[in-house]
């Protein structure tokens, strides 16, 4: 697995700067955290790493690719997923229609060459149908796949954003707040599911989250953003003794 390394960035939008001079060394294997105040710039740095953004100046680099240009398509073949804050699910389809689809944006063949190489295509499409069927028994979405995600509850359309992501095999998965807007039963489902997806499946994993008590419990590492800038880096434990961090972030809570 790659790191993930971010070199001095700055995103600046009509001058104002939504991150400044920004550096972070996300290490393989890992949960590393982001947390900070609203408008702190933590989204931003997700849109920045996953090609929705270009930073301003500085350099993004997971392994030996640099990110400063790529596109979000460039992102996922190289192993980047992101399931977002807000859920990017169309809402009419189910969801093994939700994710078949997702997954479909990584498969190898054309139209053209599903008509001139039948079989190939065919096992590949069987390939891709088995893997999200893996995915869905790893989320625990069995009882809902064949359900319209705009019927379900938003905790579980909140799993499902999370599933489709995994749809495209990541080594590195981008969560913005997986868990907002949920009640504490369904936080403690998404924690066991995002520490699975660290342990089980190899990934690493970079969270976003407002929850103080989630970060400090499952991240091996976290970073504090505030006003787009960098006041404190380490574990949980040293997270908690630095006072600009208890100034800004943690003494909110």
């Known amino acids: 697995m790659a790191t993930l390394k971010i070199e001095d960035v700055t995103l600046t939008f009509g001058g104002l700067n939504a991150l400044f001079e920004v550096s972070l060394d996300v290490q393989p294997g890992l949960i590393t955290s982001i947390i900070g105040p609203n408008g702190a710039g933590k989204t931003s740095l997700l849109n920045c790493i996953s090609g929705f953004y270009h930073p301003t100046a500085g350099d993004i680099y997971y392994g030996d690719h640099k990110l400063n240009r790529a596109s979000p398509h460039q992102v996922s073949i190289m192993g980047i997923a992101r399931a977002f804050q807000n859920i ?41 149908r088995q ?26 359309q909140k799993r499902v954003e999370v599933a489709r992501a995994l749809t495209l095999a990541p080594e590195l998965l981008l969560l913005d707040e997986p868990m907002a807007g949920m009640n504490i039963e369904e936080k403690e489902d998404m924690v066991r599911f995002i520490i699975d997806i660290q342990k089980e499946r190899n990934a690493t994993v970079v969270l976003v989250e407002h929850d103080l008590g989630v970060v ?6 976290i970073y504090v953003l505030d006003f787009g800038e960098v006041i404190g880096a380490g574990t949980p434990g040293e997270i908690v003794k630095i006072p600009k961090v208890i100034e800004a972030y943690i003494g909110e809570e």
Request: proline share 1%; net charge negative; no cysteine.
């Open 88 to 128: 990017e699910l169309f809402s009419g389809m189910t969801v093994l229609d939700n994710l078949m689809l997702a997954r479909h944006k990584d498969l190898r063949y054309s139209l053209w060459h599903a008509v001139v190489f039948f079989g190939k295509a065919s096992r590949e499409e069987s390939q891709n």
């Open 131 to 156: 893997y999200v069927e893996e995915v869905i028994d790893f989320m625990e979405l069995e009882p809902y796949r064949k359900k319209t995600v705009g019927s379900l509850s938003y905790g579980i």
């Open 216 to 221: 400090m419990d499952i991240s091996d590492y």
